[in-house]
């Protein structure tokens, strides 16, 4: 292994993608490929489904991947893998492809917790510092800043993600699968505010009580499907926004990122740019080809991580269905 170079071959599978990236520490990311399982119309994922289909794909993208970079097996220094937290047939796919990798090829294999992995992606393509991260997805809805080897959640979901939130009005819409992005179109169409609940408890939200109230509507059949994923939209996207105002109040940070899956929404990245202009802050928002679920996030963190010492045996090598944000060390970052 080279002193000044690290490539890592990462694997992503928590959940509904499977993604291997291969990337180097010096040249960023070399390749990324993705192979997504869709459930049907109307139905979730499916845990041993989705597993299955991560379990057909996996040598073809690991290969493809590879190639895209233009690197050779011997070239790859380690292997990091998705540990958690997510679905746990998906996690542990990628899992037992890391550690049969890892072996065959005698390197080090690396956890990564899946968060870390999009914020880390974030802040490597945004070229932000220190910034208080918005970070929303399917499994993930928190707002978090660094201190003391930490990412310290300032508001977070009491119940369900905002990704959640969508991807299951979606579904009862009969909306096609992906859920977020089918809806925000729809929602682009809106014309009409109807009024939802808009819950928070101090600065978290709460969203289980809109989905039950934006569904009621929705089998009423008083209301577009355009109009309730409008409003949708715009109280979900209300709440999560006032908590980040006052999160960023109180740290006085100098950059807001967004990132996660939802940071697609353009609707959403309208409102928190709006705030950070009034508090004279810099926004930025991860680009949308690395804002899903993607081996990038798991490649580039593993490097990190690697670089500070995180490696893990064959043995103690497991996945973890829940682990949060606030427990995992970061170990190369600097912050107050």
């Given at each position: 292994?080279?002193?000044n ?7 992503e ?5 499977l ?11 070399l ?10 119309v109307?139905?979730?994922i499916?845990?041993r489904e989705a597993?299955?289909?991560h379990?057909d794909?996996?040598a073809?993208v ?6 895209e970079s233009?690197a050779?097996?011997g070239?790859?220094?380690i ?6 937290p ?7 796919v ?7 990798l890892?072996y ?10 899946h968060a870390?992995?999009h ?22 809805t ?8 930490r990412w310290r959640?300032?508001?977070e979901t ?5 990704g959640?939130?969508l ?6 819409a009969g909306l096609?699968s ?5 809806l925000e179109?729809?929602?682009?169409a809106?014309r009409?505010?109807?009024p939802?609940p808009?819950?928070q408890?101090g600065?978290?939200?709460s969203?289980?009580g809109l989905l ?6 929705l089998?009423e059949?008083?209301h ?9 939209q715009e ?6 926004v006032e ?12 950059e807001v990122?967004?990132?996660g899956?939802v940071?697609?929404?353009k ?5 928190i ?7 004279g802050?810099?926004?930025?928002v991860?680009?949308e080809r690395?804002?899903?679920d993607?081996g990038?996030q798991i ?5 990190l991580a690697?670089k500070c010492?995180?490696?893990?045996s064959l043995?103690?090598s497991f996945?973890r269905?829940r ?14």
């Open positions: 292994m080279s002193k170079r690290i490539v890592c071959l990462g694997i599978s928590s959940a509904h993608t993604g291997v990236s291969i990337a180097s520490s010096d040249k960023g990311i390749s990324d490929v993705n192979a997504v399982y869709k459930p049907p109307g139905k979730g499916h845990p597993a299955q289909h379990c794909a996996i073809r690991i290969e493809q991947a590879l190639h233009g050779k097996w070239e790859i220094d292997v990091a893998y998705c540990k958690g997510g679905l746990g047939p998906c996690l542990r990628g899992a037992t492809a890391a550690r049969a890892a065959y090829l005698k390197i080090p294999l690396v956890p990564v917790h870390v992995g914020i880390e992606i974030a802040t490597l393509t945004t070229g932000t510092k220190d910034p208080l991260v918005v970070l929303v997805s399917g499994g993930h928190c707002i978090v800043a660094f201190a003391d080897k959640i300032f508001g009491e119940d369900i993600t905002l959640n939130l991807d299951m009005f979606a579904r009862e096609p992906p859920g977020g992005a089918a179109e729809r929602a682009r809106g009409n505010y109807i939802l808009y819950t408890k600065n978290d939200v969203y289980s039950t109230a934006v569904t009621k509507k089998k059949g008083n577009s499907v355009e109009d309730l994923s409008y409003s949708l109280v979900a996207f209300a709440a999560l908590a980040t105002e006052r999160a960023l109040a109180h740290t006085e940070k100098s990122l967004l990132a899956g940071a697609a929404n609707r959403l990245q309208e409102m740019q709006h705030i950070s202009d009034e508090h802050v810099r926004f930025c991860v680009p690395f804002s899903g993607c990038a490649a580039w963190a593993g490097i690697f010492g995180v490696k893990t043995k103690r996945v269905s682990w949060r944000l606030d427990k995992v060390p970061i170990l190369w970052r600097d912050g107050e």
